[in-house]
């Protein structure tokens, strides 16, 4: 395993989506978030079941970060219950995982 990791959230609405990429970049806990506009999602909260549009939210990120990355999109997060997945990157350019590195670095 590199370190590295790809984290997967939804957003309501396209303003929130980048509203909270910005957050996560400002505070370091991501390099770079792409938001993919368009997603339809079918699920069940609360005894029903909804179809609602999101925008997909991937987040490059450090695994050592991921705590303070979820912790963020728990605090900033409009929804009760966010999406929180974390994918692991197996290996990747040694340049890009550098370039992630130095985006969620403190210094």
């Known amino acids: 395993m590199s370190g590295h990791a790809v984290v997967l959230s939804t957003a309501g609405s396209e303003e929130e989506a980048s509203r909270l990429a910005r957050a996560l970049v400002e505070r370091r806990v991501a390099a770079c978030v792409?938001?993919?506009p368009g997603v339809r999602s079918?699920?069940?909260w609360s005894g029903a079941i909804h179809d609602a549009s999101e925008w997909l939210l991937v987040i490059k990120?450090?695994?050592d970060r991921f705590p303070a990355l979820a912790t963020a999109l728990r605090e900033l997060h409009a929804y009760e219950q966010p999406e929180i997945v974390l994918l692991d990157i197996a290996d990747g350019d040694a340049a890009y995982l550098?370039?992630?590195d130095d985006g969620v670095?403190?210094?």
Request: hydrophobic share 35%; glycine share 6%.
């Open 98 to 100: 550098r370039w992630i």
């Open 105 to 107: 670095s403190n210094g």
């Open 42 to 44: 079918i699920y069940r």
């Open 61 to 63: 990120t450090r695994r």
């Open 34 to 36: 792409s938001i993919v």
